[in-house]
């Protein structure tokens, strides 16, 4: 009997151990997961406060009748991405725009829409007066001459930019351990350093950082229209990566590639405010493109867009944005299903 006494006692004491232990190992990875997310947060905003540039004289957009707050508005993103390489004698003054694309966020139904604009766009650019391809922008004023370049064109308000250098589009998709996209055909490129190492089949590849730019930057054997899908597609591929579970430890790579190379006016708090398009997996994202027509009749070439064109996605990107309304009522249920149905309508007209 004293036997199968001191047995169970050892039993109890043994499975008491063993939740004792477990209940430590679970603190313990608490303490710790607390403690590296503290420590992202602490980089982040780091990173954020590094990338600030508040644009001079532009509080908000002119098409705007109030700074809008991306935790409850709907709101636009521009990208900007420059080559301020030395390779080619630029720098972050006068670099030409090589990729353009605006983004809409709609906050109630969690969606993206996203434009791409070709480089060689022939535009009105308010900061000369005068007509010229839309990547001059840059060159002529920085972000800002593009940011109304872009709003002159589209008739849309630009609420933040993003401007970011090659070095950060390398960097960023390295640290997420890359990413899948799409290569439509046989790719022989020059990478960032000018050298021509890129070689890729066409097919779903897995890409690197100075891989993923040489198929973003490539046009030689179709279009910038096709250049600018590509753009979207990665850009779109790199979102959803962002999105997965397996990055979250990889975000202090990515936060500090974007922390050296990268410039925004968005705040540290309005850059949290769009971690809830994640929270739910991955966004809904419906690419956009601008129609035109190859024009070299001046011995230059230059993309003449069609009107009608930038009409129809001006009207679905302000439908998505519900940009005629105050910012108290973006999120209101009966404008969200008439500005859907218009959308609708206008997506469905444009890929005609």
């Known amino acids: 009997m004293k036997n199968r006494i001191n047995n169970k006692n050892k039993k109890r004491s043994k499975t008491s151990l063993i939740i004792k232990v477990s209940l430590l190992l679970v603190a313990s990875l608490l303490i710790c997961a607390s403690a ?3 420590y992202i947060t602490k980089q982040a905003e780091h990173a954020a406060n590094s990338a600030h540039e508040e644009l001079e004289g532009r509080d908000v957009s002119t098409l705007r009748e109030e700074k809008v707050e991306p935790v409850h508005d ?38 993206i829409k996203m434009l ?17 391809k839309i990547t001059h922008a840059h060159a002529y004023g920085g972000t800002l001459a593009t940011i109304d370049t872009v709003e002159k064109l589209l008739n849309v308000p630009i609420d933040y930019y993003v401007r970011m250098n090659f070095n950060a589009f390398i960097d960023v998709v390295d640290a997420l351990g ?41 046009r030689k054997q179709d279009s910038d229209i096709e250049r600018g899908k590509r753009q979207q597609e990665i850009l779109t591929a790199i979102i959803n990566k962002v999105a997965s579970v397996s990055s979250i430890t990889k975000y202090d790579d990515v936060i500090r590639a974007l922390g050296d190379n990268m410039k925004t006016n968005m705040t540290f708090t309005e850059m949290k405010s769009f971690l ?3 929270t739910q997996g991955k966004p809904r994202i419906d690419s956009l493109t601008l129609d035109g027509v190859d024009d070299t009749s001046t011995g230059v070439y230059y993309y003449q867009l069609n009107q009608q064109s930038v009409d129809e996605v001006s009207e679905i990107l302000n439908n998505h944005l519900d940009a005629n309304k105050t910012s108290s009522s973006l999120t209101n249920n009966d404008h969200d299903k008439v500005n859907a149905a218009g959308d609708e309508e206008a997506v469905n007209r444009n890929a005609q």
């Open 74 to 111: 709907n709101v636009s993103i521009l990208f900007v991405g420059v080559d301020d390489s030395e390779n080619r004698g630029q720098g972050s003054d006068n670099s030409r725009s090589d990729a353009l694309i605006l983004a809409t966020l709609n906050n109630k139904t969690k969606t």
């Open 276 to 278: 809830s398009y994640l």
């Open 178 to 218: 890359g990413i899948e996209a799409e290569v439509p055909y046989k790719l022989h490129e020059k990478d960032e350093f000018d050298r021509n190492s890129i070689n890729l089949q066409p097919g779903l590849q897995h890409l690197n950082g100075s891989q993923a730019l040489a198929l973003a930057r490539t």
């Open 116 to 132: 791409s604009i070709p480089r060689d766009s022939y535009v009105f650019i308010p900061k000369v007066g005068y007509e010229d």
């Open 36 to 38: 590296y997310g503290v």
